[in-house]
């Protein structure tokens, strides 16, 4: 729920509608493809309209000329940012109401900086300002002044839907990406688990044949341990010490499970094959790089 806050003296107070921040499926893609292609701050500005139900649409982003970029602050380009603001048509010019910042591998709460900056820029606003907040995990803060109103509305959600006036599909908010839904997922879930049924694979060896459905005793334990080490190598626990990629590369071996005895120092021929296979087959599916680089 958002936070209403009078932000100067209330004219008359605020009626029980809360208004939406709403942007289309194709301007949303474009954002996200921005911010998370950044490892460091980005500023973005957007045209936004007011819609004939009292909402805002977000209808196009624009990247202004900015400076000094790290991974904890940006600032306009002073120098070239006027020529550039001059040179925008008039009608986006005036829609100009939006002004968003990344903090990518940070929390979206504002800093003092943020506060100083929206406070000062707001001063020259009439109607309404938007500040947006988005880090690489796509969870936004969103505040919306409404100057007009003399209203501040803290931690808005942003609407994802295919137009202005369409049905919404997806809610992002300080928590991140939501799908907005009428269908009863747990109730697909229950019916998917009763259609479906899991391969069971066969092995032999040695002239045994052995049938299994993971996840078997040994899956289970190396799910909770720490697999690879800086190399990449197998890291289950072992006195021995490890080998390098060069020097397991220059030892000749008969096949994968030797290799994984060598490396990790631990004799499989003590186990039943059942679960060598199960840890080879955890291996291929979940670490298929670090077969091919090693086996």
């Given at each position: 729920?958002?936070i209403?806050?009078p932000?100067?003296?209330?004219?008359?107070?605020?009626?029980?509608?809360i208004?939406?921040?709403?942007?289309?499926?194709?301007?949303?893609?474009?954002?996200?493809?921005l911010?998370?292609?950044?490892?460091?701050?980005?500023?973005l500005?957007?045209?936004?309209?007011?819609?004939?139900?009292?909402?805002?649409?977000?209808?196009?982003?624009?990247?202004?000329?900015?400076?000094?970029?790290?991974?904890?602050?940006?600032?306009?380009?002073d120098?070239?940012y006027?020529?550039?603001?001059?040179?925008?048509?008039?009608?986006?010019?005036?829609n100009?109401?939006?002004?968003?910042?990344?903090?990518?591998?940070?929390?979206?709460?504002?800093?003092?900086v943020?506060?100083?900056?929206?406070?000062?820029?707001v001063?020259?606003?009439d109607?309404?300002?938007?500040?947006?907040?988005?880090?690489?995990?796509?969870?936004?803060?969103?505040?919306?002044?409404?100057?007009?109103?003399?209203?501040?509305?803290?931690?808005?959600?942003?609407?994802?839907?295919?137009s202005?006036?369409?049905?919404?599909?997806?809610?992002?908010?300080?928590?991140?990406?939501?799908?907005?839904?009428?269908?009863?997922i747990?109730?697909?879930?229950?019916?998917?688990?009763?259609?479906?049924?899991?391969?069971?694979?066969?092995?032999?060896?040695?002239?045994?044949?052995?049938?299994?459905?993971?996840?078997?005793?040994?899956?289970?334990?190396?799910?909770?341990?720490?697999?690879?080490?800086?190399?990449?190598?197998v890291?289950?626990?072992?006195?021995?010490?490890?080998?390098?990629?060069?020097?397991?590369?220059?030892?000749?071996?008969?096949?994968?499970?030797?290799i994984?005895?060598?490396?990790?120092?631990?004799?499989?021929?003590?186990?039943?094959?059942?679960?060598q296979?199960?840890?080879?087959?955890?291996?291929?599916?979940?670490?298929?790089?670090?077969?091919?680089?090693?086996?």
């Amino acid at each position: 729920m958002s936070i209403i806050e009078p932000f100067f003296k209330l004219k008359e107070q605020p009626t029980n509608k809360i208004p939406k921040i709403t942007i289309n499926s194709t301007n949303f893609s474009t954002l996200v493809k921005l911010v998370q292609s950044q490892e460091h701050e980005i500023m973005l500005f957007g045209v936004v309209q007011r819609t004939k139900t009292e909402d805002y649409y977000i209808s196009q982003w624009l990247i202004p000329p900015q400076t000094d970029n790290t991974s904890a602050f940006v600032t306009t380009d002073d120098e070239n940012y006027p020529k550039w603001l001059i040179s925008l048509p008039r009608e986006v010019r005036q829609n100009l109401r939006l002004h968003l910042h990344t903090h990518p591998k940070m929390s979206t709460n504002p800093s003092g900086v943020d506060q100083s900056t929206i406070l000062a820029k707001v001063q020259d606003i009439d109607d309404f300002y938007i500040r947006m907040i988005i880090n690489h995990k796509l969870e936004m803060h969103i505040d919306l002044y409404e100057l007009n109103n003399h209203l501040l509305y803290k931690e808005m959600p942003l609407y994802v839907g295919e137009s202005a006036n369409d049905p919404y599909y997806l809610k992002v908010d300080k928590d991140g990406i939501r799908f907005l839904s009428n269908v009863n997922i747990e109730d697909l879930q229950k019916e998917l688990q009763t259609k479906i049924k899991v391969k069971t694979y066969s092995y032999s060896h040695y002239g045994e044949r052995t049938s299994y459905n993971s996840p078997s005793p040994i899956e289970k334990e190396i799910e909770n341990e720490e697999l690879l080490d800086l190399y990449g190598l197998v890291s289950l626990a072992t006195k021995n010490p490890k080998l390098t990629i060069k020097e397991l590369r220059s030892r000749p071996y008969i096949d994968e499970i030797d290799i994984l005895e060598e490396i990790t120092g631990y004799d499989f021929s003590k186990i039943k094959e059942y679960d060598q296979m199960t840890l080879l087959n955890f291996l291929k599916k979940y670490y298929p790089m670090w077969l091919e680089e090693n086996v």
